[in-house]
């Protein structure tokens, strides 16, 4: 009975060490299939009435549902660089298995930016057809927000990230030194001008951040931040606005958690300040005639 007993053992150990092996091998398969956006051998991961969620998106259901989201990503406008998951914890419960874990991708964008997303995520695996494992139910939920990650965030969507408008560095490209002058004859500002104006806004401010010295100037005289610019300064205006964001992207990402609570108002300022005048710059681009649509503003 004894040697009956130490063999039922080594067998349900055996038998739960091959199980939590054949989850692993279809996670891992699962992240060689996202890699290649592989949108049908995705969707043909999951049961048939399989789900996928997240947090502020809607869940698909079935999986031609499945299918039509994961086929809605152009792979023109997004490049996966990697993918990558981590397996926290996998506990049985008869058929079924519940994977816990992160995964973090990184991403080339249509304009060249990179990102990189991280996430955590519950999958739900069952036994299926033919003894084969399927997702029954895969979520995901990014991890909380820190200060840091917030002012990130809000660099690069006013710099080079199109999200809910169009930042700084599409707003300017492709316009000409002379364009760049022209008003409205109602007394706006020009392109120029408006994009003198930040790049003297934030430079001003990321020396204070850095604790480097700064002119003095009282703002009494704000004119001169924009009316310094002419006509042959544009390109290195341009050039300086988008070199002074990611320096300001750079300071952010290697700055303590202590300095950013200090600062976190005058930053989150400074990236309204840019938003707001970023909207100023593409109207008078629509006025001028120079703005392209497709760019983000119908």
């Known amino acids: 009975m004894k040697n009956l007993m130490i063999l039922l ?23 060689r299939l996202t890699f ?29 549902s499945i299918r039509k989201f994961l ?22 419960k008869g058929d079924t298995a519940v994977v816990k874990g992160t995964f973090e991708q990184k991403a080339k964008l249509a304009q060249g930016d990179t990102a990189t997303y991280v996430s955590t995520f519950t999958a739900k695996w069952m036994k299926g ?37 169009v930042p700084a560095n599409i707003a300017v490209e492709g316009l000409t030194a002379k364009q760049a002058m022209w008003t409205d004859g109602s007394g706006n500002h020009s392109v120029g001008q408006l994009a003198y104006h930040l790049v003297f806004w934030n430079a001003r401010l990321l020396k204070q951040f850095k604790n480097e010295p700064v002119e003095n100037f009282s703002g009494i005289k704000n004119d001169e931040t924009f009316n310094s610019f002419d006509e042959k300064s544009w390109d290195a205006t341009v050039k300086k606005l988008d070199e002074v964001l990611s320096s300001w ?47 983000g503003v119908k």
């Open 9 to 31: 053992f080594a067998f349900l150990i055996v038998s739960c060490t091959d199980r939590k092996a054949e989850i692993e091998n279809a996670m891992k398969q699962y992240d």
């Open 36 to 64: 290649r956006m592989a949108a049908d051998s995705l969707a043909d991961t999951y049961a048939a009435d399989g789900e996928l969620g997240g947090k502020g998106m809607k869940t698909s259901i079935g999986r031609d």
């Open 71 to 92: 086929k809605s990503f152009d792979p023109a406008s997004i490049k996966l660089i990697s993918n990558s998951t981590k397996v926290a914890s996998i506990d049985f």
């Open 129 to 165: 057809e033919g003894s084969k494992w399927l997702i029954r139910k895969m979520y995901t939920m990014p991890p909380p927000a820190t200060l840091k990650s917030v002012l990130l965030r809000q660099l690069k969507t006013t710099h080079t990230q199109k999200d809910w408008f």
């Open 249 to 295: 992207e750079k300071e952010i990402k290697n700055a303590d958690e202590t300095k950013l609570e200090e600062w976190y108002e005058n930053i989150a300022n400074m990236n309204t300040h840019n938003a707001y005048h970023t909207g100023q710059i593409i109207f008078l681009r629509k006025l001028q005639g120079s703005w392209n649509p497709e760019k």
